[in-house]
């Protein structure tokens, strides 16, 4: 399933190429699409030897506790990141993808599995509100309607967390954001774009592979997929505006090793 990124790497590579970035950059962004790619080949042979419920579970406490960590500097401005000695590792994408997973597995599971799923959910909302990072929080409010809906949860108990979920959203868009756009990161389509019309198109068309391909996968039986898509959806729609990096196309770690440890958990479901 790996192979439905293939066109957003080679998209991805020839943004930098364009944006003539320098040889760092290069270096973090081919480490991370191979680390994606180890994860995913290598993954599935250890989460498979962990319970489904503590997997899901795990993955749960783990994400509202990574973004915990990069809770507002004290100067109020915005902290997205967990530092990594020199280099700083956007945590939102790398973790709410397989968010994503856990809380679709949460809703068919029996028992209170839709009750965990909702309120983690406005946990996570919560937390990338006071980040700000509106646009994750609008991505997560598209993946969630299609896991509850798709879930055939209770319509009232759904249209609630769907509507605080949103609210948290549009709250999240009125706060300041100092932050300026980066041609090789929030600015890829735009970029590309400029430099010719086919290679807009085909880091246009890289996008689309994606999210379709989620979608393919999602008919196959995999529900997932299709609350995924939504997700990715939204950013690379956020980020034709210039608010957040395109996933995956953009430089960034964060979205590569997020999808690659969402290859390595939703795989194992076909082994």
Not at 7 to 16: G, N, T
Not at 23 to 52: C, D, F, H
Request: include cysteine; hydrophobic fraction near 65%.
């Amino acid at each position: 399933m790996f192979r439905i990124a293939l066109p957003a790497a080679v998209a991805s590579l020839a943004v930098l190429a364009i944006g003539g970035v320098g040889t760092s950059v290069w270096a973090v962004q081919v480490i991370a699409i191979a680390l994606a790619l180890a994860m995913a080949a290598a993954g599935p042979r250890v989460v498979k030897r962990v319970p489904a419920d503590i997997l899901t579970l795990a993955i749960i406490v783990l994400t509202l506790a990574m973004l915990a960590m990069t809770a507002p500097a004290a100067d109020g401005g915005p902290r997205r990141w967990i530092p990594l000695g020199s280099l700083r590792l956007y945590v939102a994408p790398v973790w709410l993808p397989v968010f994503v997973w856990a809380v679709s597995a949460c809703v068919r599971a029996p028992g209170r599995g839709v009750v965990i799923a909702s309120a983690a959910a406005l946990g996570v909302a919560l937390l990338l509100a006071r980040q700000p990072d509106a646009s994750q929080v609008l991505a997560l409010v598209a993946a969630m309607s299609v896991v509850l809906i798709g879930g055939r949860t209770h319509w009232l108990r759904s249209a609630f967390v769907l509507a605080v979920i949103a609210m948290i959203a549009a709250w999240t868009f009125r706060q300041p954001d100092p932050l300026l756009p980066v041609p090789y990161v929030e600015g890829v389509f735009a970029l590309a774009w400029g430099r010719s019309m086919l290679i807009g198109l085909a880091v246009i068309a890289s996008a689309v592979a994606l999210v379709a391909g989620l979608q393919v996968h999602a008919l196959r039986g995999h529900r997932w997929a299709s609350a995924v898509a939504s997700y990715y959806a939204v950013l690379f729609g956020c980020s034709v505006m210039g608010l957040t990096p395109a996933p995956l196309i953009g430089f960034g770690a964060g979205p590569w090793l997020g999808f690659g440890l969402l290859m390595a958990v939703a795989r194992r479901e076909s082994r």
